[in-house]
């Protein structure tokens, strides 16, 4: 039975062998002469797509630098204002569009417009539409929204005086395409574009450089004859470049002979290397085999069952049970380990356990991982909309994102050789940690955020808003880095879903004050309350304010929750069945706007839409009731006789033929507001317009809202606003 398995084992595996020997061989000799050729075709293609790599590279890093340029360079915004400039400010500014265009790779010329003054601005002079060279170019582009990215080649010439030549141009608003107030072109010389490409692909000879529209970059070139093609993502440039020396990889083929006796040679040796190493293995398995027969033999017996007629077959069933259990217990350990690493990191992260660089060390070695770090980021990412996350997606479904979630970062980070750790705080936020080597700074780390938000925006169907924290010099400052990631990522209110936001974004000017949102609520239901349509200018108002407030999550829920209140306590004043109406339907709507929205601008779309059907509904509630329209009436007739000397409580009562008392009555109870408070408010708002905006004497103002002695007027406006009109009108005048 054993040489029966040994022969079998030898011959079994000896023609499989021959067959992948064979087979390779006929593979090599077969496609030998053709690959070398399409292999050295693949490296000429290979070394023209690093030329479009830097090519395109090249014209992002400009791209990059003139956009961060328009939004860091004090000077080069100086120039977008209407404020007058001296020639020294003119000479600063072209000081410093030279010293940008010294910092890019290839010749390029700069020039700036100004929308307001209809100027302008080189490195070497200053123009208006008349005089510039360029303005035919000029006014297409500035009139056309969409123009992106690199232009055509075209004709650029700055003055008559000027030599035109060849650029590609890119455009850029200032600061933005909706609220333009100029723009910004940078043009770059052709021919130095293909002069660096000739410089970077010297062997293959020149490359043929052709627009999206399939025309060539220099005239007397063109593409026919150039084998290898490439075109660009960045540009939608096409690059066309030959191919060279293909023919001396073919003189492979003429050793074929050789080849071949060589592999006859490999095959031989190779069976009888195969048949002592299948001899030499055989030893250990025969001396298994005969120490287990004994065992298989007395228990077969004692099953009566026949004993198997392979040895190995006992021995295949017992590693596989080994096998089994040390995969079971490899797999508890690892996770038992993942988890206490985990919870290691979360205590250090929270501050529930403070340890110092000496201990960390310690630790991170003990679990086999890396510890140094020059200083430690940290970023807090949160999935936006979370409540419509777990709605959408199962649990199992939820647990898979968060996965690629946390290993698409990590993939990121690792890829720039930095080191990465990362714990989920909550179920919706996601801690990492970066060991920070020399020169890695938040800018960098922003720049990390900015790729890996792409990513997921490109492959996931969901959003992360990100909070950079302040970068801590040791792991015992981690805790605080922790608590101002935390902080800026709750700032996602203000600057919206899928934002990074970094330290500087959130700090505050000197003096800066919060938004009082709760006192402009107030001001709006006020008006709301009395029917009155300037709620919704107050509620524009309001959400203004708030749109230019670092607001947090925490801010939007307590805004839903204190709003929720107001209207509960004003429609409890109303009729039972508005009163209804709110608790049932309009209140739960606020407070499930408070569990949903995240943002200022998803508070802009939905509250209003909210507020004015509730509006719509209790100005009919209060149209329907006879006081109300009663007193609407009396306060349109109030705004139209207010300059009637002697309109008062009884003129009023007689007219509507209601009594002095009822009248008072009814117009406190609907308007919230008494008789005379309200003739005041009237009378002494048309008096502060007049007094700001026309010059006519105080006597004729008086008069013309209801004074006949000038001194009653004075009297009354200065208890009003503790200032006599005259000096009033001297005051807010000159502020």
Known sequence: MKLNWYYRTLLSYTPIFFII?????????????????????????????QVVQITDANLQLIERNLSKKMFTGGLFQSFFTDTPKNVYEYYLIQKDLMELSSTFPFSNSIYLYNAKTGEFLTTSGKYNERTFGDSAFFDIAYQEPG?????????????????????????????????????????????????????????????????????????????????????????????????????????LSLFSNIWTIFGLA????????????????????????????????????GLGIKASGNELHFIEGAIDHLLEKTVDYDHLHSERQHQRLRSFYYDVLTGSRTVNDEEWARQLDGFG??????????????????ARFKEQ????????????????????VEQRKLCIWQVWVQPHQLAAVVHCAAGVGQEQLRLICEEYRDWITTHLELTLSSGIGELAESISRIEKSYRSARLHVSHKAAFGTNAIICPVMVKKP??????????????????????????TAGLDGMLEGMRHSLLTGTDLSDFFHQLAHLLDRDMSEQSAELHQRWRELYREELLQLALTIETV????????????????????????RSNHSLAMQMKAYIDQHYDDPNLSLNQVSDLFGVSPKNVSSIFKEELDIKFIDYLLKVRFDHAKRLLLETEEPIQHIAESVGYVHVISFHRAFKKLFDLPPGEYRNVYRSS
Not at 378 to 384: G, L, M, R, S, W
Not at 618 to 624: F, I, N, P, V
């Open 393 to 412: 997606y199962s649990s199992s479904d939820q647990y898979l994102l968060k996965y690629i979630v946390e290993n698409a970062f990590r993939e990121l």
């Open 21 to 49: 020997i064979s087979s390779l061989i006929f593979v090599i000799f077969a496609t030998l002469s053709s690959s070398s050729r399409n292999e050295y075709r693949e490296t000429n293609k290979a070394i023209l797509q």
């Open 510 to 535: 000197e003096g800066m004050k919060r938004f009082n949102w709760y006192q402009a609520m107030q001001e709006t239901l006020h008006f709301f309350k009395l029917n009155d349509s300037q709620w």
């Open 147 to 251: 123009l992106q990215g690199w232009t055509n080649p075209r004709e650029f010439t700055e003055s008559d005086q000027h030599h035109s030549e060849q650029v590609v141009s890119i455009f850029k608003y200032f600061p933005y395409p909706s609220d333009k107030q100029g723009a910004v072109v940078l043009n770059v010389s052709v021919k130095s574009i293909l002069d660096e490409l000739g410089r970077l692909n010297p062997q293959n000879g020149p490359i043929v450089l052709l627009d999206p529209s399939n025309q060539p970059f220099e005239s007397d070139s063109s593409s026919k004859g150039k084998s290898i093609f490439v075109q660009s993502d960045y540009t939608g440039w096409q690059y066309y470049s030959g191919s060279v020396h293909e023919g001396k990889f073919t003189l």
């Open 601 to 624: 601008g998803e508070l802009e779309q939905q509250l209003p839409p909210i507020l004015t059907r509730l509006y719509e509904e209790l100005a009919q509630d209060r149209s329907s």
């Open 369 to 386: 991982l890396p510890y140094a770090y020059d200083r430690l980021g940290v970023i807090v990412f949160e999935i936006d909309h979370y």
């Open 266 to 301: 490999v095959i031989v040796l190779a069976i009888v290397w195969f048949t002592v190493v299948t001899h030499s293995n055989y030893k250990p398995i025969q001396t298994i085999a005969g120490k287990i027969n004994p065992y298989i033999a007395r228990r077969s017996e």
